[in-house]
């Protein structure tokens, strides 16, 4: 596992910081497109967590009704948003790819927002990838687990194209 994990070195990894919280419709917009690119080996979404019940106060143990808590469609996917989408981490094999990534988001945000290239997704694994994933984890699961989350939540979406030719060399 080291060793493709530390193959993950020659990625570029880029971060996209809306200036504003994104709806359902346009973080599906956002990840649909970004998926689309080639190039694209992982994305991870971040935001702060909605809750799914009333913690304190008279309406206690009530469920809370988000209008931010809607199911996405990635590819074939349905997804139920449990964040408030806030930033986009995404890991590509080439500097074209962040190109296009960019004009993607410039394409689909009317509002400003951050474009930066850095190290933002982990390359080993750590103590929380170890206990939630196990020993032989996939290098494409680190540092993408929530250590806050008490059951598995992380989901992993294939890109279209893969799957498209595993159906056809069936």
Known sequence: MSDSASNTEDFIQIEIFPSRILS????????????KVDGVIRVMVQGNRLPDKVCSGPGTG?????PLKKPIQIGDQVV?????VGRIRVELSN?????????VCEKLFPFPFEFREGHFLKKKPTV???AKLGPGADPRFLGMVDPKSRADQLIFIEKQEKQEKKDKNE
Request: net charge negative; glycine share 0%; with cysteine.
């Open 62 to 66: 009530e469920k809370v009704e988000h």
């Open 128 to 130: 929380t990838d170890y």
């Open 24 to 35: 359902p419709e346009t973080a599906q917009k956002l990840i649909t497109e970004i998926y």
């Open 95 to 103: 500097a074209e790819a962040k190109e296009q990534i960019r004009e």
């Open 80 to 84: 139920e948003l449990k964040i408030c």
